[in-house]
């Protein structure tokens, strides 16, 4: 299940450090989605629910990390805006992804092999 763009916003963050509390990932996205308080909540519940999100409680605060792997989601997301939006079966060009502040060359070659399967998946479809 991809995550919807406001969740794949909240999963960044918390890619880049975790875990985090319902607080700390609204004080964070507030200014992108001027949302409340409650709708911040209200999205991580829904990320429970779908197994995006990991929570769990300390004392009243409840507590966030990401349960979906990063290298996988994005490889996810990008094939399909490339199968969706351009129209193209081959698999992408891993080179567009090196100056990512998201992906660190560590995880560039996973990137390269899952959306190499992920095409080789869509055209045995």
Known sequence: M?????ELEILKVLWQRQP????????????????????????LE???????V?????GNKRIYTAQVDKVKTLASFA???AKRVFEL????PVAMFTDSKLIDDGEIADLEKLLKDLSNDNKEA
Request: hydrophobic share 25%.
């Open 2 to 6: 991809q995550p919807t763009a406001p």
């Open 20 to 43: 985090r509390t319902a607080r700390e990932l609204h004080d964070e996205i507030e200014a992108q989605f001027h949302w409340s308080y409650s709708s911040t909540r209200k999205t």
């Open 46 to 52: 829904r990320m429970g629910e779908k197994g995006l």
């Open 54 to 58: 990991n929570i769990t409680s300390e």
């Open 79 to 81: 094939q399909d805006f």
């Open 89 to 92: 079966d081959g698999p992408l």
